[in-house]
C-alpha cells in the first residue's frame, strides 16, 4: 500500500507540472499573438498617466529608430526651446566644416563685452581669450555656455541657422536672435511667446536623429563620420544629467563613454531634453519638453526634470529592457550613413 501510494503521488505530482508547463506555454503563445501595438498601448497609459499628475504641460516624441516604435504626446505643438535650440546651431557648425567653410581648429576670440548671463563659464575668464572653434561648440553643449553660444551665433548667422533648418524640411522649429543681446533686424510676431527658440518635440527629435545617423547631406562623405563622432562625444559628456539620463544611466554598467547622448534646456518655467538612447535593442530618440510648470525652482528634483526622467525611463523599459549599450552611439547609429530619414 505504501508503495502504490508513493506511486500515485509522483503520478500527481508529474500531472500538476506537466499542467504548469501547458499552462505556461500557453501564456507565452498568448503573449506572442498579442498585437503589434499593445505594448505602445500600455506604454501611451503610463505616459500619458505621468502627464495628467504633472503640474504644468507636456509634449513628447519617442521612436525606436530600427524598429519604428513611436509614442507621441501633442508633439506637434509648438513650445520654447531653451537652450535645445543650440542643436541646430552645432548642426550649422558641422554642415560648414564639412563644406570646408570652417574648421574644428579655427581661432574664435573672447572679447570684452562678450559674456552674457546665465548656464556656462566663458563669462568668468578675463579677456581676451582665444579658442578652438571646437572648444567652443564643446562649451556650448556640454555646459549650455550662453556666451560660446552667441559666439557661434557670431560666427555662422541667426540667418545661416534658419535656412538649415528650413533646408531640414522643419516647419516650427526656428532661432530668433542672441542670448542677452539686442538685434537690429526685426524679430518675428511669435518671439515674445518663446524667447530664444521654438520648436516641437517630434521636430527637435528630428534634428538629433539627423546628428546621430550621420545624415549631413546625400550622398555621404569619408570625412563625414568623424565630423558626426565629433558632435556625438559632445552629447554623450553632457554635464547636466538629472532629466533623460538621470534613472537610465543606472542600466549602464560600463566604464565607456555614457550611452546618452542629450542636449537639455531649462527656464524657469520649463524644462526640456532631447536624446539619443543606445539601448541594446536598438537605438531610441528622445524628444521631451515640459512648460508652464508651476514648479520653478533649480534643484535636481524640479518636478519637470523628474517627471522626463520618469518618462524616459517607462519608454526605454518598454522598447530596451535589456538595458543600454553605448557601442551603438556611433556615427550611422548601426543604421547606416547619409540615408533618407524615414518620415516622421
Known amino acids: 500500500m505504501k508503495f502504490i501510494s508513493i506511486y500515485f503521488l509522483r503520478l500527481a505530482t508529474l500531472l500538476v507540472a506537466i499542467g504548469l508547463a501547458v499552462s505556461v506555454s ?12 499593445t505594448a505602445e498601448s500600455a506604454l501611451m497609459k503610463q505616459l500619458e498617466a505621468l502627464r495628467a499628475a504633472h503640474h504644468g504641460h507636456v509634449a513628447l516624441y519617442a521612436r525606436q529608430l530600427n524598429t519604428g516604435r513611436t509614442v507621441a504626446l501633442d508633439a506637434d505643438r509648438p513650445v520654447q526651446t531653451a537652450s535645445v535650440i543650440k542643436l541646430t546651431i552645432l548642426f550649422e557648425a558641422m554642415e560648414q566644416i564639412r563644406s570646408g567653410k570652417a574648421r574644428w581648429d579655427e581661432r574664435i576670440t573672447l572679447a570684452k563685452g562678450d559674456a552674457v548671463s546665465g548656464s556656462g563659464v566663458l563669462m568668468f575668464l578675463d579677456t581676451p581669450q ?22 557661434m551665433i557670431d560666427r555662422f548667422g541667426v540667418d545661416a541657422v534658419n535656412d538649415r533648418i528650413t533646408w531640414m524640411g ?8 542672441k542670448i542677452g543681446k539686442p538685434t537690429t533686424s526685426p524679430l ?35 570625412g563625414d563620420a568623424a565630423i558626426c563622432e565629433t558632435a556625438l562625444g559632445m552629447l554623450r559628456n553632457q554635464f547636466y544629467r538629472t532629466t533623460i539620463p538621470r534613472y537610465l544611466e543606472q542600466l549602464d554598467s560600463t566604464e565607456e563613454l555614457s550611452s546618452i547622448a542629450n542636449k ?35 534643484t535636481p528634483d524640479n518636478e519637470g526634470e523628474v517627471l522626463i ?24 547609429l548601426g543604421l547606416g550613413m547619409g540615408t533618407t530619414l524615414h518620415g516622421n
Not at 317 to 332: F, N
Open 26 to 37: 500557453a501564456e507565452t503563445h498568448a503573449a506572442k499573438k498579442q498585437p503589434a501595438g
Open 130 to 151: 582665444t579658442l578652438t572653434l571646437k572648444d567652443v561648440l564643446t562649451l556650448m553643449i556640454i555646459l549650455s555656455d550662453n556666451t560660446a553660444t552667441n559666439l
Open 170 to 177: 522643419l516647419k516650427n522649429t526656428h532661432l530668433y536672435k
Open 188 to 222: 518675428p510676431a511669435d518671439y515674445p511667446q518663446f524667447g530664444l527658440g521654438k520648436t516641437t518635440a517630434r521636430e527637435m527629435a528630428q534634428v538629433m536623429e539627423r546628428i546621430g545617423r550621420c545624415q549631413l547631406g546625400n550622398p555621404a562623405r569619408p
Open 264 to 298: 537639455t534646456g531649462s527656464l524657469n518655467a520649463v524644462r526640456n531634453d532631447v536624446a539619443i538612447v543606445g539601448g541594446k535593442t536598438g537605438p531610441i530618440v528622445i524628444s521631451i519638453f515640459t512648460y508652464a510648470n508651476q514648479d520653478t525652482s533649480w
Open 309 to 332: 526622467a520618469k518618462m524616459a525611463k517607462a519608454i526605454v523599459q518598454a522598447w530596451s529592457p535589456e538595458g543600454l549599450d553605448g557601442k551603438v552611439l556611433t556615427p550611422g
